[in-house]
């Protein structure tokens, strides 16, 4: 696992936050999803170690958390709200439409290792809704037709990248 000096600086900074060095096993995990994009398996041995607790210890977090990712992801991360008004107003079409466009299924990587396309809890924009997060930046009301447009949008910038 190779995390990046900030997050590692992060790391030994939230351990300091807690009265017991176990307490920070979720802090650590979101930290080094934040840097990796999931958790590698050479992670759950290195937090215990860090933590000095056993390795089943931080597996079990994991595990019991849906919002962590045990694979890698695309290189961009679309997330399509699932959420009440999302759902209403059409997110998972939205999110079909991601797939169709990208040749893929939700949880996946893209063939061409692009995009992974997730299904996420409201993003607190229901009044613009359905909404996506591609990475760090919110797009509102995303039918199928603005699905295409980001799409194109993310096809090309790869194109010019090769
Ligand atoms: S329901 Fe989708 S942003 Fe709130």
Redesign the pocket.
């Known amino acids: 696992m190779n995390l990046k000096s900030a997050t590692l600086q992060a790391i030994d900074e939230v351990i300091t936050h807690y009265p017991s060095k176990r307490s920070a096993t979720l802090p650590l995990l979101h930290l080094i999803q934040e840097d990796v994009g999931y958790i590698p398996e050479d992670a759950i041995p290195w937090i215990a170690a860090k933590l000095e607790i056993q390795p089943i210890n931080v597996y079990e977090v994991v595990t019991f958390y849906p919002m962590f990712r045990r694979k890698p992801i695309g290189r961009r991360h679309i997330k399509v709200?699932r959420?009440?008004?999302?759902a209403l107003l059409g997110?998972y079409k939205t999110c079909a439409a991601f797939e169709q466009e990208f040749n893929t299924h939700r949880g996946e990587v893209s063939p061409d290792g692009e995009v992974t396309i997730d299904f996420v809890e409201?993003?607190?924009?229901?009044g613009t809704?359905?909404?996506v997060l591609i990475d760090d930046d919110l797009h509102e009301k995303v039918d199928g037709a603005k699905a295409k447009q980001l799409s194109d949008q993310i096809k090309q910038e790869a194109a010019t990248r090769r």
């Open positions: 709200c959420t009440l008004s999302c997110g409201c993003l607190a924009s229901c809704a359905p909404v």
